[in-house]
T-cell receptor, first 113, second 112 residues
Framework: AQSVTQLGSHVSVSEGALVLLRCNYS??????LFWYVQYPNQGLQLLLK??????LVKGINGFEAEFKKSETSFHLTKPSAHMSDAAEYFC???????????FGTGTRLQVFP | SQTIHQWPATLVQPVGSPLSLECTVE??????LYWYRQAAGRGLQLLFY??????ISSEVPQNLSASRPQDRQFILSSKKLLLSDSGFYLC???????????FGSGTRLTVV
């Protein structure tokens, strides 16, 4: 069985500060990992994904994530937060042998001026 | 290009009334289709998924049902809405585990 844990349901940062959203996964097979962003009253948009190629994945809007197998982690980072980054972020896991994505419970990012 | 349409965007319905939410996908064939619900302050709950016409799997027992009458059409229904059915409903599609999901823009349902 696969699962995802997102540590911290709320994260607050100042504009220009580093953004770090944490995601740990559990999977008995090599995972595919995803980060999605959701703005208020909108659907989820794919930020980036890891599918067993390069472990450092770059996505849209300046975000990136690093797959660390030894730590079973896939944390999302951005060097400098913008006000427009305020949203909810979801980590998700799947693998080659399933069509389903398992989502974390989400982290709400607030950015203060 | 591949797109997903979901409507309506918002809906206010009285308790006990029926529900029909529709989702259609364009630009792809034989997608896997999904219905999710987000209750206020909570994460994503998978309600139904479908791997083909007429094939529906239910993830949780509830007051809702789903149907897939055509390859790229997925409908979420209820005969009698409950207050607890309020939430944000999202449709999504995928064609492979590698691609992840593509989500619709969602329907905000308020049952009053």
């Amino acid at each position: 069985a696969q699962s995802v844990t997102q540590l911290g349901s709320h994260v607050s940062v100042s504009e220009g500060a580093l953004v770090l959203l944490r995601c740990n996964y559990s999977s008995s097979v090599p995972p595919y990992l995803f980060w999605y962003v959701q703005y208020p009253n909108q659907g989820l948009q794919l930020l980036l994904k890891y599918t067993s190629a390069a472990t450092l994945v770059k996505g849209i809007n300046g975000f990136e994530a690093e797959f660390k197998k030894s730590e079973t982690s896939f944390h999302l980072t951005k060097p400098s937060a913008h006000m427009s980054d305020a949203a909810e972020y979801f980590c998700a896991v799947s693998s080659y042998n399933t069509d389903k994505l398992i989502f974390g419970t989400g982290t709400r990012l607030q950015v203060f001026p | 290009s591949q797109t997903i349409h979901q409507w309506p965007a918002t809906l206010v319905q009285p308790v006990g009334s029926p529900l029909s939410l529709e989702c259609t996908v364009e630009g792809t064939s034989n997608p896997n289709l999904y219905w999710y619900r987000q209750a206020a302050g909570r994460g994503l709950q998978l309600l139904f998924y479908s791997v083909g016409i007429g094939q529906i799997s239910s993830e949780v027992p509830q007051n809702l049902s789903a149907s897939r009458p055509q390859d790229r059409q997925f409908i979420l229904s209820s005969k009698k809405l409950l207050l607890s059915d309020s939430g944000f409903y999202l449709c999504a599609w995928s064609t492979s585990a590698l691609g992840g999901y593509t989500f619709g823009s969602g329907t905000r349902l308020t049952v009053v």
